[in-house]
């Protein structure tokens, strides 16, 4: 075997005809990504119901939409580094499973209160609840992202990949739906039952968690870690001759010379010099789309009301009502521009490219955003003048999802190398994530000066249109290929490694 020649193993994946196991791995760990996004949006529509039962009358000043919107989304920080780094130390099957069952358990505890129900008790064990769930939420970004990029073939690895993270847009719509009939259930009780909707709509976040749980045990290690990490020849080969039903012979001497080699660390020049430009461009990009990302949807409802399209000023004794609305719009927005947007990314992602698409993506929405900001006094003039408003603001949702929303997410999982690939997604992820909780501080901060919030949003995407030119174009390539875990410049006959290993 050639030095640094690919695997037989992961030849068989790289070609591989899609597969009703593809699918089933795109569901199973795509339902990791509808529970992500309905666990984190699902807060930011109940937080009114929770400051009207809680705090009446304006007692608790500005900080608990803040406070509730940004735990959670401080949690994923740390749980992206740590469940990164033990994905590639531990298997990423392994550490998959633990996610899941974190999340579940922080979903359904979310709805609960210790002690007396109190302001401070509820808020104190809602918050405590939604870190440890951000931390699971954390995770599973890293292992997701990793273990289907290590499953798909070359030619369908970014559909694949994008395909698991549209399920998140299918999260911010259920996410909507749930709150807004929950709400209508109760819209004509007391609102002393104002606790049972939100627990309600909070709990019901750990059912998909539940149900993709088996499943997701019985997915195999991916054959990258088994062979390139473990050194496991027999198991990667069998493993993925049952997945792709196919006879793979294992390849002992193979995984034994790529063990004896030397292989640098996250901390040592040589990553440095091969993937430290890398590493520093997906990460500013992942904080600059979250910057932008996580501000205008966790707080779309303060936003819209400023432009009065969203009226909730003569509900204010009936929470329930103001919900409803809170949810409706939510769900228009999602299902009208956010989903469309991921569709798109599924469509286009393997024949466009993935930096394109980012810099397509980061260029719109910088143009929707300053036709947005410039002229903003006028969309307050006029109450007509409220739709054009939603429509240039859902565009921007579109191109984030058509954009840079996906590809941050599917980039770092093929750039780096196995045995650092979950722990480097994890890093990006985490650093994304740390732009997530600044956006919703800056909102809070410039809640009152929307117009140069969205200035400063307009900055942060030609910062990422600048760091998206350093990045590398993968599409088409093998992970090992575009790591340099193979020959430079090595090309694979898929129709001649068929037949060798038939």
Known sequence: MARNQQL????????????????????????????????????????????HRYYPDGQ?????????????LCGTVPGQLVFGWLGDKMGRKRIYGVTLLLMIFCSLASGFTFGKSTNKSVVTTLCFFRFWLGFSIGGDYPLSATIMSEYASKRTRG?????????????????????????????????????????IVLMFGAIPALLTYYWRMK??????????????????????????????????????????????GLFSSEFLRRHGLHLLSTAVCWFVLDVTFYSLNMFM????????????????????KRTIRITGVHTAIAAACTLPGYFF??????????????????????????????PYPKWLECNRNKYGFAVLYGFTFFFANFGPNTTTFILP??????????????????????GAVVGVFAFHLLRNQFRTLLFVLVGCNLVGIMFTLLLPETMGKSLEEITGETEEGQTLDDEATTVNMC
Not at 62 to 72: E, G, K, M, Q, R
Not at 179 to 198: E, L, M, P, R
Request: net charge negative.
């Open 301 to 320: 409802k303060d936003i819209f009301t400023k432009v009065r399209l969203l009226d909730i000023d003569d509900d204010l004794l009936k929470p329930f």
């Open 345 to 374: 990314a599924v469509a286009f992602i393997d024949r466009i490219g993935r930096v394109k698409i980012q810099l397509l993506g980061f260029t719109m929405m910088t143009v929707f955003q300053l036709c947005l900001a410039i």
């Open 219 to 264: 997915m195999p290690e991916t054959a990258r870690y088994t062979a390139l990490i473990a050194k496991d020849a027999k198991m990667a080969a069998s493993d993925m001759s049952a997945v792709l039903h196919m006879p793979i012979v294992p390849e002992d001497d193979g995984v034994n010379e790529l063990a004896s080699q030397d292989q640098y």
């Open 159 to 199: 559909a694949f990949m994008a395909a698991v993270f549209a399920m998140q847009g299918f999260g911010n719509v259920a996410a909507g739906l749930v709150g807004t009939i929950t709400s209508a259930a109760f819209v004509n009780s007391s609102q002393d039952k104002i606790d049972y909707v939100w627990r």
């Open 60 to 72: 608790r000043g500005d900080y608990l939409p803040v406070l509730i919107n940004a735990v959670s």
């Open 8 to 51: 037989r193993v992961l030849q068989a994946l790289d070609v591989a005809r899609t597969q009703l196991y593809h699918f089933m791995a795109i569901v199973i760990a795509g339902m990791g990504f509808f529970t992500d996004a309905y666990d984190l949006f699902t807060i930011s529509l109940v937080a009114d119901l929770i400051d």
């Open 413 to 434: 999982a093929e750039l780096f190398p196995a045995r650092l690939r979950s722990t480097c997604h994890g890093i990006s992820g985490a650093v994304g994530k740390i």
